[in-house]
């Protein structure tokens, strides 16, 4: 199957195929198609045959020269937010080149390109939109959905990243600003997995915003409306659901930055009707599971022998703790032994059986009133923080997807640290000025035996005289992989079971595997080497469990291969209008 290019192009599917794409497009038209341009690469031969003579300086370049020469502009920016506008810039002209300089320099970009900058760029989107990307779909657009779907400019679409732009990061309601999000996440699956970017679609459901700063805002490029909730907001999200099963049968929905009130109930309405999932949910459970796993590995206790406690008991913590859960089962203990090992604490304290307002996703981990009898020294009874879990069940794991910033005190880690030999922390909410505590505070205060996964970028730390870089549970270790594999063999849906396989396969991959003094996680510089594994993993599973048609597992492997695009100049061949 080719690929469609914004223009009706195709290009070879798969990047062992003779690369030649085939364009009615000359002159400027050609020059301003993104997934198209080749700049100052464009050939002589090119140039005399789609009437480029003029239209570009006459230094034929390589790709290998632009992307230095790009690389020289971005390093010679001062701001972060700078780095980020000339980057989307880049993408909006010259997609080949973009994702070039993008896969060679991710360690460097990633930061720039996601989190924790493109928080930044969402709170300021408004005021940096230059071209239009993607699809923001508004409210009062929504009997045109399936018509605006339908145009034969998306044929070719096999990846969707949709948000509502209401829980942007730890930043709120950002409106139509949280598209720049969907068109993120998109550019690592490309950038991390080589999905083909004409095959990516990033979508806005504005359902109008709460934040009465963008309301008051004469710049604001969103529908200007308070956000609409209830039945309307439902039949906006099925419509949409509705129109895409109905256009794409086989393509990957991902779900991104939804309030806590709709990510769960959404995930559980449509996980089941198409191949979706909940990226801060389920994404970041198999990323942070993958990571605690090698960290368990580096104690040397068994899994089932963990306590962990929870900071934030929302979408994200009780994703993790699902999954986790799940992996406690596979290790042999009961749903109950294992659920009985979680302290989740939210707003309203520790949870506990009986609560008023707990949710359905909550529910499986309220800890009995009877196991907390023997309590002690409760701060401020009847209700339980985090300091009296820390005090009474002497947790191995403290995790933070609170977004509430140095909520992990020093007393509490001193306390944990002082009953556990190798404590493991995972301060996880970003963008980085809302993480629970530093990486530098947590090395100090349990004299370097804490093993510390963060969600945004931090230093390296210095431990015996050098730097041990500080191991960030970034999506894109997993979430590129899913996808790519999900894809590659058409399933119907995604299990629990292909996110348990994509973590275990990432810390198969953990280097503190071969050393217990390496880092948890690979550099990200092996993201499409684990992407690929990834993808292969999560593949196998979806065979294994009858969600695609039954294939050999070195046909699993060559699918998701074909899949994953080089960003590579092709050549070029004048079509006629009217030719076939």
Known sequence: MPHASSSG???PASDTAPRVIETALSGYELLNDPLLNKGTAFTAKEREEFELHGLLPPHVATLDWQVKRRLDA?????????????????????????????????????PIVYTPTVGLGC????????????????????????????????????????SDGERILGLGDQGAG???????????????????????????????????????????IGWRHE???????????????????????????????????????????????????????????AVAVGALLAAVDVTGEELARQRIAVLGAGSAGTGICALLLRAMVAAGLSEAEASARFYLVDRGGLLVEGMNDLQPFQAPFAQSRERLAGWKNLQSP?????????????????????????????????????????PIIFPLSNPTERSEASPLELDAWTEGRAIIGTGSPFPPLRRG???????????????????????????????DAMFLAAARTLAELSPARHDRAANLLPPLVS??????????????????????????????????????????????????????
Not at 97 to 110: D, G, K, P, Q, S
Not at 466 to 487: C, F, H, S
């Open 382 to 422: 009847p209700r339980v923080d985090l300091a009296d879990v820390i005090a009474n069940a002497k947790p191995t794991v403290l995790i933070g997807t609170s977004g509430q910033p140095h909520a992990f005190t020093e007393p509490m880690v001193r306390e944990m640290a002082a009953h556990v030999r190798r």
């Open 9 to 11: 192009e195709t290009e």
């Open 227 to 285: 956000r609409v909730r209830g039945e309307a907001y439902d039949d906006l999200v099925d419509t949409f659901a509705h129109a895409v099963r109905a256009r794409w049968p086989h393509v990957l929905l991902h779900w991104e930055d939804f309030a806590i009130g709709n990510a769960n109930r959404l995930l559980a309405r449509y996980r089941d009707r198409l191949c979706s999932y909940n990226d801060d949910i389920q994404g970041t459970a």
């Open 123 to 162: 709170q300021l989107f408004s005021r940096i939109f230059r071209k239009p990307r993607g699809l923001f779909l508004s409210l009062p657009l929504k009997d045109r959905i399936a018509r605006i779907l339908g145009h034969a400019h998306f044929d070719g679409i096999e990846a969707i990243v949709v």
């Open 178 to 220: 949280g598209m720049g999000i969907p068109i993120g996440k998109l550019s690592l699956y490309t950038a991390c997995a080589g999905l083909h970017p004409s095959t990516t679609l990033p979508v806005l459901l504005d359902a109008g915003t709460d934040n009465k700063d963008h309301l008051d805002d004469p710049l604001y």
């Open 527 to 580: 993201l499409r080497k684990i992407s690929f594994h990834v993808a292969v993993a999560v593949a196998e599973q979806a065979v294994a469990e009858g969600l695609a048609d039954p294939l050999p597992d070195d046909a699993i492997a060559a699918a998701v291969r074909r899949k994953m695009w080089e960003p590579l100049y092709a050549a070029y061949r004048r079509l006629q209008h009217g030719g076939a």
């Open 465 to 495: 005289g050098r730097g041990i870089r500080v191991d960030q549970t970034n999506n894109a270790y997993v979430y590129p992989g899913i996808g790519l594999g999900a894809i590659a063999v058409k399933a119907r849906r995604i299990s």
């Open 74 to 110: 971005f390093r010679a920016i001062g701001s972060d937010l700078q780095k980020f506008i000339f980057l989307r810039g880049l993408q909006d002209s010259n997609e080949t080149l973009f994702y070039a300089l993008l896969t060679r320099h991710i360690e460097e970009m990633m």
